[in-house]
């Protein structure tokens, strides 16, 4: 079946970059999108379609794709931006989440 | 302002069943398709199942893990969706959103989500 594989956990300094990774079999044909959820909250749609930012979302949140891997990019990150971020994608007709990254600002 | 309002989320024994509702505002709800996704405690998204619109003659599709137990429907009168739980299981318990999802305009994302209700399957 198909799986999204992230990493459990990243981490990063406030202000730096970090970096969240999704592979998957034949992602390269899929369109990847990203959702943040903070604890105890709703998850929000940071990206759709690879790279496409929604209204409202910050610059510093940007994506890129290459070959069956998606990357999800934060600039500057915040302490606001700690939360778990999950990729998705969609096998023919079924919608699947990655396992979630939980993200640490330090 | 779009919302989306999950209610009729209880604690309810094995075997039994549940009805959720996912009441909508702010947009045209029969132009959107609706998604159900469940998250147990402590654990990562699951995508549940998904309705279309009537223009793909409502039709439905659902995660195996559900499938032949959950069943879901639309009343776009009243702009809500509804998801149908039957045999429910130990394992259904999860607190279930339901999200709108605008179609291939933005690759078939889930844009805005409700808030939740909760689901405790426990005798």
């Known amino acids: 079946s198909f799986e999204l594989t992230q990493p459990p956990s990243v981490s990063a300094s406030s202000g730096q970059t970090a970096s969240i990774t999704c592979s998957g079999d034949k992602l390269r044909d899929k369109y990847v999108c990203w959702y943040q959820q903070k604890a105890g909250r709703s998850p929000v749609l940071v990206i759709y379609?690879?790279?496409q930012r929604p209204s409202g979302i910050p610059e510093r949140f940007s994506a890129s794709k290459s070959g069956n891997t998606a990357t999800l990019t934060i600039s500057g990150t915040q302490v606001v931006d700690e939360a778990d971020y999950y990729c998705q994608a969609w096998q023919s007709t079924t919608a699947v989440f990655g396992g979630g990254t939980k993200l640490t600002v330090l | 302002e779009v919302q989306l309002v999950e209610s009729g989320g209880a604690l309810v024994q094995p075997g039994r069943a549940l009805r959720l509702s996912c009441t909508t505002s702010?947009?045209?709800?029969?132009?959107?398709?609706m998604a159900w996704v469940r998250q147990g405690p402590g654990k990562g998204l699951e995508w549940v199942g998904l309705?279309?619109?009537?223009?793909?003659?409502?039709?439905?599709e659902s995660a195996a893990s559900v499938k032949g137990r959950f069943t879901m429907s639309r009343d776009d009168s009243k702009s809500v969706a509804y998801l149908q739980m039957n045999s429910l299981e130990t394992e259904d318990t999860a607190v279930y959103f339901c999200?709108?999802?605008?179609?291939?305009?933005?690759?078939?994302?889930?844009?805005?989500w409700g808030q939740g209700t909760k689901v405790t399957v426990s005798s």
């Open positions: 309705i279309r619109t009537e223009g793909y003659e409502v039709t439905t």
């Open positions: 999200a709108r999802d605008p179609g291939a305009v933005n690759g078939d994302a889930f844009d805005i």
């Open positions: 379609q690879n790279a």
């Open positions: 702010g947009f045209t709800f029969a132009d959107y398709a």
